[in-house]
């Protein structure tokens, strides 16, 4: 069974740091892409990064672009995204995704989220 | 970028047949598959059409998609509504999400 677990979610200030992890288990985490999509408080979905299955690849949505780092570690199955530079409108749920097949945009397993709270 | 844009609400009575819109007003709606996901309170959403039209294994046949490059729009249709399917639906193509659309089952 694909699950993904994220962690690494908390409050921080405006202008700080904070590093996501998402532990993947049930699949060879090597061979898919991976992204990140969150969801601010009440609002709706919006696509953050993706990363291909070397880590030799990545893409962002403009709006992090320059301030988040999305990685990965296949030895550990663990994706991961550093966000620094962290605003007020960072604050947002944020998953892991997986798509059904090796790659592609398509969102057919997710974590269930981690919480981060930029606030002063 | 484009956008993807969706009705803010629909509701239907139980056993009722609902259809999403998901309109791209930038390039064609056929560039990209779409695909459709639905997310209950507090929970992460599931996806419930990929490819423009295929159901994942799981997810019931009272759900389909399909796509119409002339309307540029795609559509999610729920038929035999259940309780169950109260919930907000969004569309997605490539890095895009739709504006999302909550379904009220009267």
């Known amino acids: 069974e694909v699950q993904l677990v994220e962690s690494g979610g908390g409050s921080v200030q405006p202008g700080g740091s904070l590093r996501l992890s998402c532990a993947a288990s049930?699949?060879?985490?090597?061979?898919?892409?991976m992204h990140w999509v969150r969801q601010a408080p009440g609002k709706g979905l919006v696509w953050v990064s993706r990363i291909n299955i070397d880590g030799s690849s990545t893409y962002y949505a403009d709006s992090v672009k320059g301030r988040f780092t999305v990685s990965r570690d296949n030895a550990k199955n663990t994706l991961y995204l550093q966000m620094n530079s962290l605003r007020a409108e960072d604050t947002a749920v944020y998953y892991c995704?997986?798509?059904?097949?090796?790659?592609?945009?398509?969102?057919?397993?997710w974590g269930q989220g981690t919480l981060v709270t930029v606030s002063s | 970028n484009f956008m993807l844009t969706q009705p803010h609400s629909v509701s239907e009575s139980p056993g009722k047949t609902v259809t999403i819109s998901c309109t791209r007003r930038s390039g064609s709606i056929a560039s990209n598959y779409v695909q459709w996901y639905q997310q209950r309170p507090g929970s992460a959403p599931t996806i419930v059409i990929y490819e423009d039209n295929q159901r994942p294994s799981g997810v019931p046949d009272r759900f389909s998609g399909s796509i119409d490059s002339s309307s540029k729009s795609a559509s999610l249709t729920i038929s035999g509504l259940k309780t169950e399917d109260e919930a907000d639906y969004y569309c997605?193509?490539?890095?895009?999400f739709g504006t999302g659309t909550k379904v009220t089952v009267l």
């Open positions: 995704a997986r798509p059904l097949g090796d790659s592609g945009y398509d969102f057919g397993y």
């Open positions: 997605q193509s490539y890095g895009v």
């Open positions: 049930g699949f060879t985490f090597s061979n898919y892409w």
